[in-house]
């Protein structure tokens, strides 16, 4: 005979139904599946009982109204029935008569007749359970029993929600990895990104040396020599003739000259270039090379009547030439932009970085002009730069958020820190900053924590951890302390569940 059919309620848990067929000991089970039912709903569930059936060697029957219902079972493998007549469903017990009770008639009547107890009626099975009424002579006893069995099962229930105060589920699931590339722009006062305008000033004098030059040659000096002829012939002095001072200051005549007895003059140059030259007068009365005419140092002789003049020596005289304004100029702008975005630097907070982009605005005085004769000039340039610092932690929010938009249905990022990278790929002095960068993450699938704490609450361990393998994770471990009992805590906070994402080393999600 198969065993009493097992009703399902609609609201019922395939985990509970595997429960109920683990107790029964019957080989044969029909199992009543009301429309709506949540069991009937899945093939999931179906293929689950299915392979649950062979492994506790049961062969299941299922006996539903819902022409779905039996078609999902059919197509498991299932025999499926409309109802329990078709199935073929157990004879109900006929009703038992009144103990006790006995039909009196007069004697005359002829001997006492006990009316028939009239064949109990057996209805058709519906899907609801049938439940047979207990017998009127049921014994004080028996109810006794009743009673203090269920008295003792109210008080294992007591024990083991004081016994068993807490569980502790750790679900493990394998994270995916998930990355994004995205472009963030930024201006002040606009989200995502926190832009700040600051500014600074800073003034730098410097002295520095003039490097241009006015160079003066030398010039020589220049007179007459006169010539003086005491004897009577005339004599032919050729250009180029060298008359020299006792200290042997030379000049060359510069002309020939015939000199006849008497005076003739002819102009002198210094043969050497420089204020040297400048000689007193009559200094000049050495004839040099007088061609071998033993009568010229007898006959005739020079003397520089006036003195000579017009000799220099070479000046070399230093100015300031443009290229040193703009050499000046460029060394204190370049040490005053470093000085800049210290400032400017400095102004930013801990979670700040200055853009790269700043304007300056740099002024240049010097207490000299171009060609001014000076050896040192001072020079003092004014600068002002205008720049924008951005939050770093805000770029990153944005490109978190922008790799949350990208997550699969379902899944969630993990409670791993998003790794972050950016550069700026464009900005100006006004605060307009672009970055672009990429963010990598991991997702895990979502899991509804209270609807799984309240679903495993006061349940058995066996149960739940059916109902936990429907759970798209990895695996599920329940542990219970200080004792393992058979049922789960009453108190939702008494039992814990700690979700473990598996990324090769990454983080825990414990709720």
């Known amino acids: 005979m198969p065993a009493q059919p097992i009703y399902l309620d609609v609201e019922e848990e395939i985990s509970e139904l595997i429960e109920r067929l683990r107790r029964t000991s019957a080989q044969d089970v029909p199992v009543v599946v009301p429309s709506r ?32 219902v039996q078609q999902l079972a059919s197509d498991n493998g299932f025999n499926a029935f409309a109802d329990m007549e078709e199935y073929g469903a157990p004879e109900a017990e006929p009703a038992l008569p009144l103990a006790g009770v006995a039909l009196l008639a007069p004697p005359a009547a002829g001997p006492a007749l006990v009316p028939e107890a009239a064949p109990a009626r057996v209805p058709k099975m519906s899907m609801a359970p049938q ?4 017998s009127a002579s049921s014994s004080g006893g028996r109810t006794a029993l009743y009673i ?70 030398a010039a020589a000096a220049s007179g007459l020599v006169t010539y003086t002829n005491s004897c009577g012939p005339t004599y032919d002095m050729k250009a180029g003739q060298i008359v020299s001072t006792t200290s042997g200051i030379q000049f060359v005549q510069q002309a ?46 020079a003397a520089n009547i006036s003195a000579t003049a017009s000799g220099t020596d070479e000046v070399k005289q230093t100015y300031i030439s443009q290229g040193d304004l703009d050499s000046a100029k460029a060394q204190l702008e370049g040490d005053l932009r470093g000085q800049v975005i210290d400032d400017l630097t400095r102004q930013a907070q801990s979670t700040e970085k200055l853009a790269d982009t700043v304007d300056y605005q740099p002024t240049f005085t010097a207490d000299h002009k171009v060609n001014d004769t000076v050896a040192l000039f001072a020079a003092t340039v004014s600068m002002t730069g205008n720049g924008a610092v951005y939050s770093v932690d805000d770029v ?20 791993n820190p998003v790794q972050s990278d950016f550069h700026v790929s464009q900005s100006t002095a006004d605060g307009h900053i672009s970055f672009a960068g990429t963010a990598k993450g991991f997702v895990a699938p979502r899991l509804d924590f209270d609807k799984i704490r ?24 329940v542990r219970e302390k200080p004792l393992s009992l058979p049922l789960l805590p009453f108190l939702s906070s008494h039992i814990g569940i700690k979700y473990v994402v598996d990324t090769g080393g990454a983080g825990t999600a414990t709720q």
């Open 148 to 217: 203090g069995a269920a008295l003792i099962v109210l008080v294992a229930l007591i024990s083991a929600a004081v016994i068993v105060p807490t569980a502790s589920i750790t679900l493990t699931a394998r994270a995916q990895p998930l990355s994004d590339t995205a472009n963030i722009d930024a201006a002040p006062g606009a989200a995502p990104v926190k832009v700040r305008q600051i500014t600074a000033k800073k003034d730098l004098s410097q002295q520095f040396k003039a490097t241009g030059v006015h160079d003066t040659p």
């Open 454 to 477: 309240n679903r495993l609450l006061g349940s058995s361990t066996a149960s739940a951890r059916i109902y936990l393998q429907t759970l798209p994770v990895e695996s599920a471990d």
């Open 37 to 68: 039912s949540r069991i009937g709903q899945s093939r999931f569930n179906f293929r689950l009982l299915r392979d649950y059936a062979r492994q506790f060697g049961k062969r299941i029957a299922i006996i539903s109204s819902d022409a779905a």
């Open 131 to 134: 439940h047979r009424m207990a």
């Open 256 to 301: 020939e000259i015939k000199v006849p007895p008497g005076e003739a003059s002819v102009n002198i140059l210094a043969v050497l270039p420089g204020v040297a030259g400048n000689v007193p007068d009559h200094t000049i009365t050495q004839i040099n090379n007088p061609r071998n005419d033993p009568s010229i140092p007898l006959c005739l002789h």
């Open 396 to 415: 990153k929010a944005a490109l978190k958020a922008d790799l949350a938009k990208h997550v699969p249905a379902g899944f969630a990022l993990t409670d």
